[in-house]
């Protein structure tokens, strides 16, 4: 009889840089929510701004006509109000919720339906059409930008120990096993150094 134990794999820190205004990146992230349920990793949710990333830009792609302006850093704002005072878990609860209504629903004003469905307190949407986040937000943004550099956009994905990668960009979220082999994939490809591209054309969203 061999007194040989298998180890207990380790869990896998992943930090995962989104704006929650992207469509794309919120399937993204119901497959990393997948991927939760299949691998053994933890995720740090931490926000960017496709409005930051385009500041210098003299047209924004994503608002060509300049037509929503303020509103599209609402949402972030009061994600970064979120996670500054209420922690992780709580911004992964909210972005959950956020997303539900905003990109399933596209329930646009519910930002502060959201903060409820997450069980944190309405106060919070005060941030949205106001400054006082900016920064938290400019800093958090570039924190992930600084990884894999700036032509890029969201969501950001950083494997800890291993590397940072743009993306991946999903449409749809794998699902089950499917979305572990993704999840493999990714690692691998995070650390392979010298790795740049891998990319064909885009699907449109699909929030299954």
């Not at 929510?33 to 047209?59: K, P, T, Y």
Request: hydrophobic share 45%; aromatic share 10%; with cysteine.
């Amino acid at each position: 009889m061999s007194d040989h134990t298998e180890p207990e794999p380790q869990r896998v820190a992943v930090d995962f840089w989104f704006d929650p205004v992207c469509p794309y990146t919120w399937i993204t992230s119901r497959w990393l929510r997948e991927v939760e349920r299949v691998r053994d990793v933890d995720v740090r949710w931490r926000v960017m701004s496709l409005a930051a990333l385009n500041a210098d830009r003299a047209v924004d792609p994503e608002d060509p006509e300049g037509l929503y302006g303020e509103y599209m850093k609402a949402p972030g704002r009061i994600c970064a109000a979120v996670r500054e005072r209420y922690g992780n878990a709580a911004l992964g609860r909210y972005f959950d919720a956020l997303g539900e209504r905003i990109h399933g629903r596209q329930d646009w004003a519910g930002t502060g339906a959201a903060l409820a469905d997450a069980g944190l307190p309405a106060e919070l949407e005060a941030a949205a059409m106001t400054t006082a986040y900016d920064d938290a937000v400019r800093a958090s943004h570039e924190a992930g930008v600084a990884l894999v550099g700036e032509d890029v956009g969201t969501p950001v994905l950083a494997v800890d120990g291993v590397g940072a990668l743009f993306g991946p960009v999903v449409s749809p979220a794998p699902r089950g096993e499917a979305a572990g082999r993704l999840w493999d994939g990714v690692v691998l490809m995070a650390g392979v150094e010298s790795f740049h591209e891998f990319k064909r054309g885009p699907a449109a969203p699909d929030f299954r």
